[in-house]
């Protein structure tokens, strides 16, 4: 009925949109800070956002402005422009106000970096200046809007329908560390020419946001900037629900993982999968346990295959599970089995052999019903630490 084809072009990969990133001075070493995404049409917008209390200036600007189409976006890195009040969505007022460029139309804001700082407007302002929106360099905005990423992330495909049309959407995100979002993820910006209705984009991107930035953690921490934007600008004229609901799936699974694959410092990216739960949401619950585990992250990190940290952090979680019917596996290899312990020194010469793979699952059938949820997870070690302590500087 269709087809999903990957293919480059990341945010600019859907008709009519361009992207650039820039050095406005944020950074230092001449390291892209700025980027823009501006579509040649107007576009409806999605969006989901962090559940923190602690919401940014950016999130509460858009917020602010209720129903409304737009055709540019800009984003900064290095400073979050959060725990700034009100004068921080003044200073989002006076930069987009500021920008020289004709013809744009209700441009919206998403920042990322520092919490606690005013925005340095003035860099800002100044480095729209840079901007020329016929250009189409996806990967350049995507390294302006990292952080502590240590690669840029993108994808994009083009959606075949059985009768030849097609649609195209696209995607770049950013996010390292303080990855436990509640309703979004760091920052993650869509675009599409599909024609789509705002309320349909709206239903489908709260679909999917569960199993996918809400089932990845880095560290346990949510920021105050978690952003997902959709933006649709029709201009392919043409449409299919199911094609475009898994797309936009992928879309979102795939940067989650690379997300937490990114995690600071990080080595592995871990698939915990809980199946056999009273129910969906006490496996959820399991799952996230696992995924947010210091002692499991630590355990991760060391290639050590210590399943009782496993069996424990369940137990503690607070779902209904007993020792006589859970089964542990680290991909196919089962440790324990329904009160059978497996796990001898042959075994754990195979178990470490997994551990020491750049990605791995985690298998846990709680054996009591049929609840299931996959969470995404990483190791901690060292250089997390060593970031985070030197974040500021």
Request: aromatic fraction near 8%.
């Amino acid at each position: 009925m269709y087809k999903l084809n990957r293919i480059e072009g990341g945010v600019c990969a859907a008709e009519g949109f361009f992207a650039d990133g820039v050095h406005a001075g944020l950074k230092a070493n001449n390291a892209l800070d700025m980027a823009f995404v501006y579509s040649d049409v107007l576009c409806d917008v999605a969006s989901v956002f962090t559940t923190n209390k602690m919401t940014a200036a950016p999130i509460r600007h858009f917020k602010n402005k209720g129903e409304f189409q737009t055709n540019f976006l800009l984003i900064n890195s290095k400073n979050a422009n959060a725990m700034t009040g009100s004068k921080g969505i003044a200073d989002i007022d006076e930069i987009l106000s500021s920008i020289n460029i004709e013809g744009l139309v209700n441009p919206v804001m998403s920042s990322t970096g520092v919490i606690g700082v005013r925005i340095p407007k003035e860099k800002i302002i100044t480095g729209t200046a840079q901007f020329d929106i016929t250009k189409r360099e996806p990967v350049n905005a995507s390294k302006a809007i990292m952080t502590t990423d240590s690669f840029s992330k993108t994808i994009a495909y083009e959606v075949v329908l059985h009768s030849g049309e097609k649609f195209h959407i696209g995607a770049m995100a950013k996010g390292a560390g303080m990855i436990n979002p509640a309703m979004a993820t760091m920052l993650c910006f869509i675009t599409t020419d599909a024609d789509v209705s705002k309320q349909e984009m709206q239903a489908i991107l709260d679909a999917n946001v569960k199993t996918t930035f809400n089932a990845a953690s880095v560290d346990g921490d949510t920021s105050t900037n978690d952003t997902v934007l959709l933006f649709s600008n029709k201009k392919s004229g043409v449409y299919h629900k199911e094609a475009f609901k898994e797309a936009v799936y992928e879309i979102m699974l795939f940067l989650a993982k690379e997300m937490v694959r990114d995690g600071e410092g990080a080595t592995k990216l871990v698939t915990y999968n809980v199946t056999g739960a009273k129910d969906d949401a006490q496996a959820e619950k399991a799952a996230k346990a696992l995924s947010d585990s210091l002692l499991v992250k630590t355990a991760l990190y060391g290639e050590d295959p210590n399943w009782g940290r496993i069996a424990s952090t369940i137990g503690a979680s607070g779902v209904t599970c007993k020792e006589e019917t859970l089964t542990i596996s680290f991909d196919e290899l089962c440790v324990y089995d329904k009160g059978e312990i497996y796990f001898n020194k042959d075994m754990e010469v195979e178990a470490a052999a997994v551990m020491k793979l750049p990605a791995f699952t985690i298998s846990c059938d709680l054996g009591i019903a049929e609840g299931k949820f996959t969470a995404y997870g990483c190791d901690l070690g060292y250089e997390y630490v060593k970031i985070n302590a030197d974040y500021r500087t």
